[in-house]
């Protein structure tokens, strides 16, 4: 059973970086796979904020890209979230999850997600 | 960037009847690119179709997907009380590489 689990400070203060990890287990990063990052403001809708391949190639939403990082360890078998300069517009649930595969462009497995406040 | 607008905001129904959720998107997009999603408080989504129309794994039938182009639709038959949540649909676009969500139907028990 695949199971993916994020984790981190569960606070920021503005203008810092939020970090999150996303470790995996019941499948491994190193497959042929995309791994993405998807947040969620509270009491609204899904934002996708960016995808990696196993061999490290990204992709992000052009508006979050100039702040996204998204990466990969192989070793840990976990993927990792930055963004910088962070405002309270960033405050959200965090979620890490696992593209479906075969070319069907969806997302079959998903962290429970983990909400980051950004606040002083 | 392709937009993608669902309707109604929500739709109040009661079990057992037949609930039908639209997403139209911006721009004529390939159906192997539109998934649908349920989400339910506190919980992550849940896929329920990929490909405008094949349904996940252990996704009970009564959920069906359909439409083409620009037109997009969620059937929801014989409702049941686990499926009164929120429903998203996605759509996958190459130029930029990127996902786009909708901004969601909440399904309420009438």
């Known amino acids: 059973q695949v199971q993916l689990q994020e984790s981190g400070p569960g606070l920021v203060k503005p203008s810092g970086t939020l970090s999150l990890n996303c470790a995996v287990s019941?499948?491994?990063?190193?497959?042929?796979?995309?791994w993405s990052w998807v947040r969620q403001p509270p009491g609204k809708g899904l934002e996708w904020i960016g995808e990696?391949?196993?061999?490290?190639?990204?992709n992000y939403n052009p508006s979050l890209k100039s702040r996204v990082t998204i990466s990969i360890d192989k070793s840990k078998n976990q993927l990792s979230l930055r963004l910088s300069s962070v405002t309270a517009a960033d405050t959200a649930v965090y979620y890490c999850?696992?593209?479906?595969?075969?070319?069907?462009?969806?997302?079959?497995?998903w962290g429970q997600g983990t909400l980051v406040t950004v606040s002083s | 960037e392709i937009v993608l607008t669902q309707s109604p905001g929500t739709l109040s129904l009661s079990p057992g009847e037949r609930a039908t959720l639209s997403c139209r998107t911006s721009?004529?997009?390939?159906?192997?690119?539109v998934a649908w999603y349920q989400q339910k408080p506190g919980q992550a989504p849940r896929l329920l179709i990929y490909?405008?129309?094949s349904r996940a794994t252990g996704i009970p039938d009564r959920f069906t997907g359909s439409g083409s182009g620009t037109d997009f639709t969620l059937t929801i038959s014989g409702l049941e009380p686990e499926d009164f949540a929120v429903y998203y649909c996605?759509?996958?676009?190459?130029?930029?590489?990127?996902?786009?969500f909708g901004q969601g139907t909440k399904l309420e028990i009438k």
């Open positions: 999850a696992r593209d479906r595969g075969g070319y069907s462009y969806s997302y079959d497995y």
């Open positions: 019941g499948d491994s990063l190193s497959r042929s796979n995309w």
């Open positions: 990696i391949y196993q061999s490290g190639t990204t």
């Open positions: 721009q004529s997009v390939s159906s192997t690119f």
């Open positions: 490909g405008a129309s």
């Open positions: 996605q759509q996958y676009g190459s130029s930029p590489p990127m996902y786009t």
